[in-house]
């Protein structure tokens, strides 16, 4: 049961590049979530999918896309990336443990990702 | 607009005493108060919640308080050990349509002394 993982751990793009963060969970956890962390914040929601097939913006979804591929799956696009995107970026999955709003989010190990 | 904010960047409590660490929020919609611990080139972990209709959870070493007229929380850590040290985040939940929206506080780094 490896949990969440996330690919690749590191990169470096240039300015104007694109790519794509993968992210994976084992746990059969229906929503997923981005967040990035810079120095001296807290994590930041990017974009969220409440279930299969659904996906919606957070805090600073602006230059980022997603897909909700499937169960597992969710991935982070940066079509063009600037500097200001250089962040550590953690996947999350989420399962409820009980009650009504009581909720327990897993995260992925993250991936550091510099653009210059 | 910083809805979470835990105010101490950082704190340092000898082997053996009580760590408390604090957290304040702005919006009363928030269900859930949770704390995060994270350690270096690793995702955070969950560690404890409370609901927002309680005032105290403990788990072992483990006690948040929720003090909601003063939207205030503390994680009380007794006794601190040197394993505890990590950077602790106090976050906030809202339920949306099925998925737990977390708005995190900065973090506070928690050094414990032998």
């Known amino acids: 049961n490896a949990g969440v993982t996330q690919t690749p751990k590191f990169q470096v793009l240039k300015t104007g590049q694109s790519m794509t963060l993968q992210c994976a969970q084992d746990?059969?956890?229906?929503?997923m979530y981005w967040y990035r962390q810079d120095p001296g914040m807290g994590l930041r929601l990017i974009y969220y999918?409440?279930?299969?097939?659904?996906?919606d913006k957070g805090e600073v979804p602006n230059g980022y896309n997603v897909s909700r591929l499937n169960k597992r799956e969710f991935s982070l696009r940066l079509e063009s990336a600037a500097p200001s995107q250089t962040s550590v970026y953690f996947c999350?999955?989420?399962?409820?443990?009980?009650?009504?709003?009581?909720?327990?989010?897993?995260f992925g190990p993250g991936t550091r990702l510099t653009v210059t | 607009d910083q809805q979470v904010k835990q105010n101490s960047p950082s704190l340092s409590v000898q082997e053996g005493r009580i760590s408390i660490l604090n957290c304040d929020y702005t919006?009363?919609?928030?269900?859930?108060f949770l704390w995060y611990k994270k350690y270096p080139a690793e995702g955070p972990t969950f560690l404890i919640s409370?609901?927002?209709?309680?005032d105290k959870n403990e788990d072992g070493r483990f006690t948040v308080f929720l003090n909601k007229s003063a939207k205030h929380l503390s994680l009380h850590i007794v006794p601190s050990q040197p394993g505890d040290s990590a950077v602790y985040f106090c976050?906030?939940?809202?339920?949306?349509?099925?998925?737990?929206?977390?708005?995190f506080g900065q973090g506070t780094r928690l050094t414990i002394n032998p």
């Open positions: 746990m059969n956890h229906n929503s």
């Open positions: 919006n009363s919609m928030f269900d859930y």
């Open positions: 999918s409440a279930s299969e097939g659904t996906t």
């Open positions: 409370i609901s927002s209709i309680k």
């Open positions: 999350a999955s989420s399962v409820r443990v009980g009650g009504i709003a009581n909720y327990e989010q897993y």
């Open positions: 976050a906030a939940s809202r339920l949306i349509q099925g998925a737990q929206k977390l708005v």
